[in-house]
């Protein structure tokens, strides 16, 4: 029966990736994979999860399953990192997932399991797994304005406009923070904005965090989640341990559902260990563990905290390198968008045609939607990016 499958679309970024591994040339540079990488192109282990790794092979003494949440200690230590005390830990159900990823199908399969008919507001653009997992699941996606490729900046008027239609079981997906793919975030007045929005309508709101760390320190990234979580009678939040632990290949991510009412966890956290048991039932432990050691140890968290910020503030070097050195270049001040922009990625709101054009001329790859990833970057290389930009006129 195997002959009546459809083909499937390729991942764009993963034919991305490998055009770039066929691409012969010296000077290629890769700005395409979500992945960070130091000045000499490696994704390195953080020395606080090695430290850890060395530690659990001595004292690991089982490999039996953990709970169909996970270990508790792991959740308990990323509600604390994602939420602070910004609401009670009782008020929160949470289930380890795998990676980032598996924490947002989760998401969606409750949501959809609380209303068949949900529809999901996407931010327009998104993280392109967003839309692809909610079309596969069948559910309803209505796009709202978010990037205005004139400013680079956030379209937050037409935001509004498109959030005020949603209604009382619908759910509104937001980035947490450092906005992929287009690095452009909201500010806390907007946010504020938003929630108020949220409260009107009575759609649920939906957070995808996965870069906590990278944008502006680790309490500040997380304050638009805690105040959505503190202010609303419910959401969901899925939070991402691959970049801000360098932990991509372990899978580890958990899924979080805050409610107002205290009563509800009971039921929230037995629909997320369903959830999990009919999707891969026991959910991976190594990654988790190796997270709930680095955040529990004073010495390995202080560890990591420093090399976390060490990796935001090269992030942040690189971006302002390259807005100066476009500024140079185009005698403009119209790359200053760049330097404003936070995360990984910026989206320079440019033609497929010129991207196709930076990749054929100067081996330059990116996504086509003209998403850059910012760590792709070094000090040699900005110079050299920042010259194909203008050369092929963007």
């Not at 199908?105 to 949501?111: A, E, N, S």
Request: proline share 4%.
């Amino acid at each position: 029966m195997f002959e009546t499958l459809k083909e499937q679309p390729a991942d764009k970024i993963l034919m991305l990736m490998q055009a770039f591994k066929e691409d012969p040339r010296d000077n290629k540079i890769d700005l395409g994979v979500g992945v960070y990488k130091d000045a000499s192109g490696n994704t390195p282990i953080m020395h606080a999860v090695k430290s850890a790794e060395k530690q659990l092979w001595e004292a690991e003494t089982t490999k039996a399953y953990t709970g169909l949440a996970g270990d508790p200690a792991f959740g308990n230590a990323m509600v604390a990192l994602v939420l602070g005390d910004s609401v009670p830990r009782a008020n929160v159900a949470a289930a380890a997932t795998p990676g980032g990823t598996g924490a947002v199908r989760q998401g969606f399969d409750m949501l959809l399991a609380a209303n068949p008919d949900v529809r999901v507001f996407v931010s327009n653009p998104t993280w392109p797994n967003h839309l692809s997992i909610l079309k596969h699941m069948g559910i309803e996606t209505v796009p709202y304005r978010y990037f205005d490729d004139e400013t680079r900046g956030v379209d937050f008027d037409g935001m509004m406009a498109d959030l005020a239609q949603a209604k009382k079981g619908d759910a509104v997906l937001l980035h947490g923070c450092c906005h992929n793919p287009t690095g452009a975030n909201l500010n806390m007045a907007q946010w504020k904005e938003v929630v108020a929005l949220l409260l009107k309508t009575g759609a649920t709101p939906m957070i995808d965090i996965a870069y906590q760390g990278f944008g502006d320190g680790l309490d500040e990234d997380a304050a638009a989640t805690r105040l959505v979580a503190s202010s609303v009678p419910e959401c969901l939040i899925a939070a991402s341990c691959s970049k801000n632990f360098g932990i991509y290949r372990e899978r580890t991510g958990l899924l979080m559902a805050v409610s107002q009412d205290a009563s509800a966890q009971k039921l929230n956290q037995g629909t997320l260990n369903y959830l999990n048991r009919q999707n891969f039932s026991f959910p991976p432990d190594h990654g988790a563990r190796l997270v709930t050691m680095v955040l529990t140890d004073d010495t390995l968290r202080a560890d990591w905290m420093a090399e976390l910020e060490a990796v935001r503030k090269s992030m942040l070097d690189l971006r302002e390198q390259l807005a100066s050195e476009l500024q140079r270049l185009s005698g403009s001040d119209r790359f200053s968008f760049i330097a404003q922009h936070r995360g990984m990625f910026s989206r320079l709101g440019t033609t497929p045609e010129l991207v196709e054009k930076l990749r054929a001329d100067h081996g330059i790859y990116m996504v086509g939607d003209s998403r850059l990833n910012i760590a792709g970057l070094n000090k040699t290389t900005v110079p050299i990016l920042a010259k194909a930009i203008i050369d092929v006129g963007i």
